[in-house]
């Protein structure tokens, strides 16, 4: 005990002055988004639980303002449109980090074995990749849940398979030109040296090297997924009615934005803006802290 | 020689990309669906007449030479017929088509003063009351989707003023007239564009402000505005330039929504309105038709980053 002691007040110490690094690096728009986005959460995980109103309830008459009884009034059918805003978050948010997530993992876990490995094998996915690449992502999105059928469009695994269709070529061919950098260097041919196997040399050499470059690609495409989302739902190929996701929301609406039904537009996109923001601003926090750039190829 | 050589590699790849392109469109499209003849006749059709539907779009042929004619008849400008209204898809296509340059380029005419005004004020005042004013814009034109941007501003200029019309599409004579009815959309996509080139032209901007040859140019009493226009400005476009042929990139999926916000006549709301009604000749050729502008549009961006950043002309840019 005696002996380690002095060991672990070290780590502490380091992970201190790692933590005062990254305070000093980041802007304070870091927490700002940090915070907003811990809001994000809770409200995602929880908005069941003490929403005034559900999804589809008719809660009153139909287009009123603002009020104790109606926080952001009510829509064209008389929902309550603060509920629908809140019980819109779980699937907006839940969904755009879930599926950015699954295709940043297997995107960087592919980029670095196709950089490792090369040959046949890599030359014919980034061929592939290129492809799906070439084609508009959205327009790619719509007609692949074209192609699965509009009436299951609203299928959370339908949304999660398209946005990870549209990310994982992207993230890939990111993390893969990073990955063939490292694959030449000393430390990756002393492994070899030293005789790791190939999954050892994944895993614990360059995986850990390019964490930076997968967090902010992270960031990055999660970002735009809650746009990506709701332009879909938008365009009635996403979540269907009576869904409270704010893309159905918006374009319910929208229509009768103009004589008066202002908040049931105007509480979904604030919403929309500010989860994108926050993103954004996490993202930029931790790539300024990291040097590296939030510039994509769309 | 060495830049035309790598110019004609890049326009060769695009070309064989198109192609593959259109292989997996035409598989995605064509095939994925299952049975069109049940879902476009219904499921109470009869036999006979399911094998004449499909005897008539040539389902009963072998995959790879439906693709082989598809794709040749594509060639030769003869895009096959809608399944719905049986006229040639040409037809419904190439005015739609043409819509959505007009659009584009609208969009893009816009987008360069939105970009240069927003940029300049945030460089100038950086850091003060009007930079904060355009930054917060950006900001907001980054974290809005365009669908959302959109209809503020028809809200803002068809609804409280009446500026300009919230329906884009029917009936404008003339070429004012037309223009009047597709500016809100073409600001839509042009606020959408110009918000990140802004960002990224107002940070250049204001790095090439501190160097050392603006402050020459400064003390030897050169006008303030002369610095900035003379001097800064043609040394800070290149990056942003670099982001302009990206926005070509987004303008094409970009479009798609903004036409549908407007009821613009354009190639995304055929497209849309397409794949509703499974017409699948229709949708193959939209398809194809804004995936071989968006290659286009991507060799071009290429091209542009190679001539405006020489270093790229030795070097084989990473992949």
Same mark, same amino acid.
């Given at each position: ?33 940090? &915070? ?110 074209? *192609? ?7 299928? /959370?695994?339908?949304? &999660? ?52 470059? *997968?967090?902010?690609?992270?960031? &990055? ?21 009576? /869904? ?24 979904? /996109? ?11 601003? &996490? ?16 | ?15 064989? +990309? ?66 719905? +209204? ?9 005015? #739609? ?67 300009? @019309?919230?329906? #884009? ?11 009047? #009815?597709? +500016? ?49 400005? @043609?040394?800070?476009?290149?990056? %942003? ?7 070509? +990139? ?36 939209? %398809?194809?038709? #804004? ?17 405006? %950043? ?6 084989? @840019?990473?992949?």
């Amino acid at each position: 005990m005696a002996t380690i002691a002095p060991f672990q007040a070290g780590l502490r110490a380091s992970r201190r002055r790692r933590l005062a690094r990254f305070r000093a690096a980041v802007p304070s728009t870091f927490w700002v988004g940090a &915070v907003t986005l811990l809001l994000f959460l809770l409200i995602a995980l929880t908005a069941n639980l003490w929403a005034p109103y559900g999804y589809a309830d008719i809660a009153g008459v139909p287009i009123q303002n603002p009020g104790w009884s109606h926080l952001l009034g009510t829509d064209l059918l008389g929902r309550d449109v603060f509920s629908r805003v809140m019980l819109g978050t779980a699937p907006v948010v839940l969904l755009s980090l879930g599926s950015t997530a699954v295709s940043t993992l297997v995107g960087a876990l592919l980029g670095v074995v196709l950089a490792l490995r090369r040959g046949v094998a890599d030359a014919l996915a980034m061929r592939a990749f290129e492809v799906l690449i070439s084609i508009p992502f959205l327009i790619l999105g719509l007609v692949l849940i074209a *192609a699965v059928g509009v009436a299951n469009g609203g299928g /959370s695994w339908l949304l &999660v398979a398209v946005v990870v269709l549209i990310y994982l070529p992207r993230t890939t061919q990111v993390v893969r030109s990073a990955a063939l950098g490292l694959v030449e260097s000393d430390f990756v041919a002393v492994a070899r040296a030293r005789g790791e196997s190939r999954r050892s040399i994944v895993v614990r050499e360059l995986l850990p090297n390019l964490s930076g470059v *997968a967090l902010v690609e992270f960031g &990055v495409r999660a970002g735009y997924a809650p746009i990506l989302i709701s332009s879909l739902a938008f365009l009635g190929f996403g979540a269907q009615p009576p /869904s409270p996701q704010w893309g159905v929301m918006i374009s319910e609406n929208r229509s009768t934005f103009a004589s008066g039904n202002v908040w049931a537009v105007l509480g979904p /996109s604030i919403a929309l803006a500010l989860l994108v923001t926050a993103i954004n601003f &996490v993202t930029d926090g931790v790539a300024r802290y990291l040097d590296r750039s939030t510039v994509r190829v769309p | 020689m060495n830049l035309w050589r790598m110019v004609a590699t890049r326009i060769a790849l695009g070309i064989v +990309t198109l192609l593959l392109v259109s292989a997996v469109i035409y598989l995605v499209v064509g095939v994925l669906p299952g049975d069109i003849a049940v879902e476009v006749l219904g499921r109470n059709s009869t036999a006979q007449a399911r094998h004449l539907f499909d005897l008539r779009l040539h389902l009963n042929e072998p995959l790879w030479d439906r693709y082989a004619q598809w794709l040749g008849g594509f060639v030769r400008g003869h895009f096959g017929e809608s399944i719905t +209204t049986g006229s040639p898809v040409r037809a419904l296509v190439m005015p #739609a088509l043409g819509a959505s340059a007009r659009l584009s380029a609208y969009a893009l005419v816009l987008y360069v003063p939105i970009t240069l005004t927003m940029a300049l004020i945030g460089a100038v005042w950086s850091g003060r009351g009007p930079d904060s004013v355009t930054s917060t814009l950006t900001l907001i034109g980054l974290s809005l989707p365009d669908f959302v941007i959109g209809t503020i501003l028809i809200v803002m200029f068809a609804v409280v003023v009446h500026w300009f @019309p919230a329906i #884009a599409g029917t009936g404008a004579q003339g070429f004012w007239a037309t223009l009047r #009815a597709i +500016t809100l959309p073409a600001a839509t996509l042009a606020a959408v564009m110009s918000a990140y080139s802004a960002r990224m032209l107002r940070s250049s901007l204001i790095e090439v402000l501190q160097s050392q040859f603006i402050r020459t140019a400064t003390l030897k009493g050169t006008s303030r505005w002369r610095v900035i226009f003379r001097h800064a400005l @043609p040394n800070a476009i290149v990056p %942003t330039l670099n982001v302009t042929a990206l926005n070509l +990139t987004y303008l094409i999926g970009g479009v798609v929504v903004v036409e549908v916000v407007f009821s613009y006549p354009g190639l995304g709301q055929l497209l849309v309105n397409s794949i509703a009604i499974r017409d699948i000749p229709v949708v193959e050729a939209a %398809t194809l038709i #804004a995936s071989g502008i968006y290659i286009a549009a991507n060799v071009f961006s290429d091209v542009v980053a190679v001539l405006v %950043t020489p270093r790229l002309r030795y070097a084989r @840019p990473a992949r």
